[in-house]
């Protein structure tokens, strides 16, 4: 069941939640992607209310995204959204995002520190570096997270060399869980196994709710 609370910011799911979530899309789709649609219900179900959002190129229906700044005061705007629907519930609140939305929900929970009101981050396939660019990864401000961080990685996903991967995660631990994907690429799609983008990210969405379920008590 999905209530539209604003022009941009959507609600998933009903019944009893011990958490809130703040989703963000990636680069190439918006909030009704259905792998992000996927991933919203497998959140609900699993006792987590998620609130969806879209960067302002998405909504206007530009396919270069915004410049970083654009990005992450659009992250600030749907926290500030969370905050208060999480607030009402007294229920914790979390980040995530696929792709791009999880890797703009990094740098400002880096930026932030615990003053930004998160119990956790989630990312949907994190972007550890363009595609045959390995050497030039996005993960030096990782590091300055305070908060529990799920990494739900496809083992062949292009945009992160799993081993790079596995190393960040072990860097980064005990903070940093890594959930994997075997044979999955960027999208979570395995070769020679046909299933509905939303079918996977309903999947991917239940594996997040128990990590979150498990990080707020």
Do not use: C, N
């Amino acid at each position: 069941m999905y209530e539209s609370i604003g022009p941009h910011i959507w609600s998933a799911g009903g019944g009893d939640h011990r958490a809130v979530a703040v989703l963000a899309h990636g680069a190439g789709a918006g909030m009704r992607h259905p792998f992000v649609e996927g991933a919203a219900a497998g959140l609900a179900g699993g006792g987590v209310d998620v609130l969806r959002f879209e960067f302002p190129y998405m909504a206007a229906g530009r396919r270069r995204p915004d410049p970083a700044r654009v990005l992450l005061d659009s992250w600030r705007s749907a926290i500030a959204a969370g905050l208060e629907r999480a607030g009402r519930q007294r229920l914790p609140l979390v980040l995530g995002g696929k792709s791009l939305g999880g890797r703009m929900a990094s740098m400002l929970a880096a930026e932030e520190g615990p003053g930004l009101g998160a119990a956790a981050v989630v990312f949907f396939g994190y972007p550890l570096h363009a595609p045959g660019k390995d050497d030039q990864r996005r993960d030096g401000h990782l590091s300055s997270i305070t908060v529990p961080m799920l990494f739900i990685e496809g083992t062949l996903d292009p945009f992160a060399r799993f081993d790079l991967m596995t190393a960040l995660v072990e860097r980064l631990a005990p903070l940093a869980r890594l959930h994997s994907i075997e044979g999955g690429d960027h999208s979570f799609r395995q070769r020679g196994r046909r299933r509905p983008d939303e079918e996977i990210g309903a999947e991917l969405g239940s594996v997040a709710a128990a990590f979150i379920l498990e990080v707020v008590g």
